[in-house]
C-alpha cells in the first residue's frame, strides 16, 4: 500500500467536501508540551438540579416552566442568535459603488431551539444505550419535519412517519426556512454552559455556509460522475478499511480522510438518505447506537468526560429537487482533545491565518479509537 | 444612514476577502454567561529565566544555544510541522478512480522558524515602544527578502533593502518556497506554550488554504474592476469612518465590516503595499507603530494580557507576475475574548458546523477599542 510513506511525511490532504486542504505534520506529537492544560470535567453532578433550566419542572430565564418531561423536551431558546420576527433590512441596489460591493449584508430570521436528551441532569449520549437515544433522534427526525417547507419533496415524506413524539411535541414556526442545523456542544471546552444533556436546532431563513459549500461540492460531484459523492466515499472507505471506525448494517463510522480535529469523527448511512425524515424506525435506532459508540469509545479514549462538537448536515428545509436529491445525511464530530484529558490541540495562528494543521493521522486515530471499545471506563471502575 | 438598523437585527455580512458569510446577532451579549471562565494570564515574570528556551544564552531541546541576542533572534523550530527535506510523495496519476477522486494527498515541505521580538522574558507587543517593535519587522522583511524566489518581481525590489539587520542574521532557505505565513500566537488561551515574546514563520512548498483563497478574490475583483478589492476598502472606510479604530499617515486600522472574532482587527496599508519589501524605512516604523496601538489598546480593554493570533498576509514567495502584483499586504489579528479577562467568545457548533456567528456588531467593537487609548493599563497602576 503505498500510502504508509503519509505516515512519515508532513503533507496535505484534500476535503472533497468542502473543496480545501489541510496539513498533516504526523511527526509533530513528539513536541513536549508545556502550554495550557483544561481542567478535567466535574463527574459528581446529581440527577436532578433545582438551578438548572433544562432539568424537568423547573422554571427558565424568561419565566417559562419545563413540563415534567420524561424522555426529551424542546423550547425555543431564551437567547436566541436569530429571531422570527424583527425589521426589513433593504439592501441598496447601486451596483457598483463600493459601499454595495464591499459593505454587503441580509437580514435574516429564524429560530433557535433548545432539545433535552433526558431529563437526568448527569447524563450524557455515553452514558445511555442506544434505545435511550433513540427519543433524541425521534425528536429531531419530527422537528425536522415541522420545518420542512410545503414546496419539498420531502414533507410527503414526512407525512407518513410513524414517530413516537407527536406532532405537537414538536415546536412548529410561523414561517418557511431555509435550513436547519442540530448541533451539540458538549463540554465546557466547547462553551457549553450547563451539563444537562441537549442539543439545539437553527432554523435561518438563509444558507449557511459550511452545508452550503457541502452541497455545492455534492452537486458537483453527482453532476460530474453520476454518483453521490458520499455514497462513492462510503464505498470506498469499506474497502480499504483503515479508517474504518465501526459499522452496523445501516452505518458505517470513519475517521474522515481529510479529518481536521485530532479524533474527528464522521458517521455516514450506507445507503444514500437525503434527511432524518428518510430513515426507517430500525435506522433511526442503528443510528442511536452508532451515536453510541462514538461518544462511549471517546470517553473510554482518555478516560473522560470527553468534549467535542458534533453537528448533522442534510437536505435543507426548502430548495429545489436537485438540491434535496444530492443532499446526502452525515454527522461531524468535532473533539479538540489530542494527548490526554486536559491538552487539547489548538487550532489557532498558521490553522487560522493559513491552514488546519493536523498532528497524528486518521488512520492512527481511528486505530486508537477501534481499541477504546468496550464497556464504559466509569461503570467498569464502580 | 440606512445601516444603524444592524444593531437591531440579526444579519449576515460578506467577507469579500475569503467570499464567505457571517452571522451576526448583535443582542446576544445580554445572555448571561455560567459557562467556561479562562484563567487570567500570570503577569509576574523575570525578565531572564533560565529554563526558557528562548531567552539569551540558553540551551534548546535540539542541544543548540542561543546567542546572547539584544534585539531579535530566529531559528528553526525543534518541532517543526515542515521540514526542509523527506521522501517524494507520488500521487497515482489515474484519474477516475475512486481512490484518486477521493483520497488526494501531496507533499509539502518547508521551514518552521521562531522568532523573538526581543531579549527580555516579560516584555510584549503591547509594553515595547514603536522604536521597539521595528526591529521585528526588520528581521521579518529581511526573512522574506532571503526566501523570495530568484523569478520573483520583489527580489529586485529586495535587492536594494537598506536594513539594520544583515542578509547572514535571517537564516536562509535550502530550497524555493511557495508562501511564507508569518504569525503570533499570543496567550495560553491561543496555545502559546511560551511567554517570551516570539512569532514563528512556516514558509510552504504548497499555497495554504486563507492566502489562496484570498489572493483568488482579489484577483478576481481586480479583473472587473481594474482596481485593488483592499485600496477600494481603505478608501471605503475612510470616508465612512465607523469601523476605523486608529490611523497615521501610511496605515488605518479598522475593526472590519466580516469580522469574525468579537474584537478582530484589520491592519491595512494606505498605498498599494505588495509585501514587507515594498515598504520603506518610515513606513516600517509606522507598521511597528500601528501594531503597538492595537496591541496597547488589546491590554487596556480588559486591563490583562489580551490574548490573540496575528497573521500576516502579503505576495507569495514565488508566482506567477499577476499574482505578486494583486497582493495586497495586510495584517489580521484574531482575539478570543469577548465579555472580559476570563469570557471568552467560543467559535464552536453552530459556528463549526454551519456559520461563524458574532455577537456584538465591528462597529461597537470599534466605539470599545477607541476608548481604549492612553497609557498601558499596567503602567498606569505602577
Ligand atoms: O508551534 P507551537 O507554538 O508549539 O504550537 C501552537 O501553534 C501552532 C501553529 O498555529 C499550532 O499548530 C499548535 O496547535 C499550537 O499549540
Ligand atoms: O448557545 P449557547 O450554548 O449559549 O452558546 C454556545 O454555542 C453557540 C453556538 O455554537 C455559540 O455561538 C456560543 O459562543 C457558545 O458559547
Not at 317 to 346: C, Q, W
Given at each position: ?15 472533497p467536501l468542502?473543496d ?193 459549500k457541502e452541497l455545492t461540492q455534492m452537486t458537483k460531484y453527482r453532476q460530474k460522475h453520476?454518483?453521490?459523492l ?92 436537485e438540491?434535496?436529491?444530492n ?56
Amino acid at each position: 500500500m503505498p500510502d504508509t510513506i503519509l505516515d512519515d511525511i508532513s503533507h496535505r490532504r484534500y476535503n472533497p467536501l468542502t473543496d480545501s486542504w489541510l496539513l498533516v505534520s504526523p511527526h509533530r506529537t513528539k513536541r513536549p508540551w508545556q502550554g495550557q492544560q483544561e481542567s478535567a470535567s466535574v463527574t459528581t453532578l446529581p440527577e436532578y438540579d433545582p438551578k438548572c433550566y433544562l432539568c424537568p419542572g423547573n422554571p427558565r430565564a424568561a419565566g417559562d416552566k419545563n413540563p415534567n418531561y420524561d424522555k426529551t423536551f424542546a423550547f425555543v431558546n431564551d437567547y436566541s442568535a436569530v429571531k422570527e420576527q424583527q425589521p426589513e433590512y433593504e439592501v441598496s441596489q447601486s451596483s457598483d459603488d463600493l459601499e454595495s460591493l464591499l459593505l454587503r449584508a441580509q437580514g435574516v430570521k429564524g429560530v433557535c431551539y433548545v432539545l433535552t436528551f433526558s431529563p437526568k441532569h448527569n447524563t450524557t449520549l455515553a452514558d445511555m444505550p442506544a434505545q435511550d437515544i433513540l427519543p433524541t433522534i425521534d425528536h429531531w427526525t419530527r422537528l425536522y419535519a415541522n420545518h420542512l417547507s410545503p414546496s419539498n419533496p420531502l414533507s410527503e415524506v414526512a407525512a407518513k412517519l410513524q414517530l413516537s413524539i407527536s406532532r405537537e411535541e414538536a415546536p412548529i414556526p410561523k414561517d418557511n426556512y431555509r435550513y436547519m442545523q442540530i448541533f451539540e456542544n458538549k463540554g465546557a471546552v466547547m462553551g457549553c454552559s450547563n451539563p444537562h444533556p441537549h442539543c439545539q436546532a437553527w432554523t435561518t431563513s438563509t444558507m449557511p455556509e459550511e452545508p452550503g459549500k457541502e452541497l455545492t461540492q455534492m452537486t458537483k460531484y453527482r453532476q460530474k460522475h453520476g454518483r453521490h459523492l458520499l455514497a462513492d466515499y462510503v464505498k470506498l472507505e469499506l474497502e480499504k478499511g483503515e479508517r474504518v471506525l465501526w459499522q452496523n448494517a445501516s452505518f458505517v463510522v470513519v475517521c474522515p480522510w481529510w479529518a481536521v480535529w485530532p479524533f474527528e469523527v464522521l458517521i455516514l448511512p450506507k445507503r444514500h438518505i437525503r434527511a432524518l425524515v428518510d430513515f426507517t424506525a430500525d435506522e433511526r435506532l442503528q443510528l442511536a447506537e452508532a451515536i453510541q459508540e462514538v461518544t462511549r469509545r471517546y470517553d473510554n479514549l482518555f478516560e473522560t468526560h470527553f468534549p467535542y462538537s458534533s453537528g448533522i448536515h442534510q437536505a435543507p428545509l426548502d430548495g429545489t429537487p436537485e438540491e434535496i436529491e444530492n443532499a446526502y445525511f452525515h454527522m461531524h464530530f468535532y473533539p479538540p482533545l489530542l494527548r490526554s484529558a486536559t491538552v487539547k490541540k489548538f487550532l489557532v495562528g498558521f490553522e487560522l491565518m493559513a491552514e488546519p494543521q493536523r498532528d497524528i493521522t486518521p488512520e492512527q486515530a481511528t486505530a486508537r479509537l477501534r481499541a477504546c471499545d468496550g464497556q464504559l471506563y466509569r461503570n467498569k471502575l464502580s
